[in-house]
T-cell receptor, first 111, second 113 residues
Framework: DAKTTQPNSMESNEEEPVHLPCNHSTISGTDYIHWYRQLPSQGPEYVIHGLTSNVNNRMASLAIAEDRKSSTLILHRATLRDAAVYYCIPLLNFGNEKLTFGTGTRLTIIP | NAGVTQTPKFRVLKTGQSMTLLCAQDMNHEYMYWYRQDPGMGLRLIHYSVGEGTTAKGEVPDGYNVSRLKKQNFLLGLESAAPSQTSVYFC????????????FGNGTRLTVT
């Protein structure tokens, strides 16, 4: 299994950018990095994913290190609705369909 | 297109009772997963399936059984419920394509007294 390491918790002020880091030093060249978030009392929801290049969508940006051993989820202007637990998960190639979640990062937004 | 549907949404069991949780997806996904989430904790994988008729153990499989007789359904069974199985159970599914996302159901809140 590919292992990920994320800080347990982070805080950010509202309307400021947030950078959520993830270390995934054991992934292979064809494994995708996915990010999900879980809002209070809800199931996890997809945020963004990438392979090698930086990615942007309406929710966030994903910056992947050149060596692919780490990535950073960027929320450009955090709102109170972004308070959630954020999970970084490698989606592994065939033969590695087992999908486990780490503890994630609990993001608190300060008004 | 309903996505991933879990039934029931809530259930209360007495110790020793049995029940089955149903997960249904209408996206023709090959892979399906069952997770449990205890209060204030992360998601832990119970069992998963990579296709119709196949299942595999996850991180915490003891006390649970699963079946995937049809591609669209993944059933999670508790043969003899214990208070330690009080949790919120989430089902998820995805395709084989690594760039496609995981889709989650809304969860089943189970209380065992």
């Amino acid at each position: 299994d590919a292992k990920t390491t994320q800080p347990n918790s982070m805080e950010s002020n509202e309307e400021e950018p947030v950078h959520l880091p993830c270390n995934h030093s054991t992934i292979s060249g064809t494994d995708y990095i996915h990010w999900y978030r879980q809002l209070p009392s809800q199931g996890p929801e997809y945020v963004i994913h990438g392979l090698t290049s930086n990615v942007n969508n309406r929710m966030a940006s994903l910056a992947i290190a050149e060596d692919r051993k780490s990535s950073t989820l960027i929320l450009h202007r955090a709102t109170l609705r972004d308070a959630a637990v954020y999970y970084c998960i490698p989606l592994l190639n065939f033969g590695n369909e087992k999908l486990t979640f780490g503890t994630g990062t609990r993001l608190t937004i300060i008004p | 297109n309903a996505g991933v549907t879990q039934t029931p949404k809530f259930r209360v069991l007495k110790t020793g009772q049995s029940m089955t949780l149903l997960c249904a997806q209408d996206m023709n996904h090959e892979y399906m997963y069952w997770y449990r989430q205890d209060p204030g904790m992360g998601l832990r994988l119970i069992h998963y399936s990579v296709g119709e008729g196949t299942t595999a153990k996850g991180e915490v499989p003891d006390g649970y059984n699963v079946s995937r007789l049809k591609k669209q359904n993944f059933l999670l069974g508790l043969e003899s419920a214990a208070p330690s199985q009080t949790s919120v159970y989430f089902c998820a599914s995805r395709t084989q394509i690594l760039s496609n996302s995981l889709h989650f159901g809304n969860g089943t809140r189970l209380t065992v007294t």
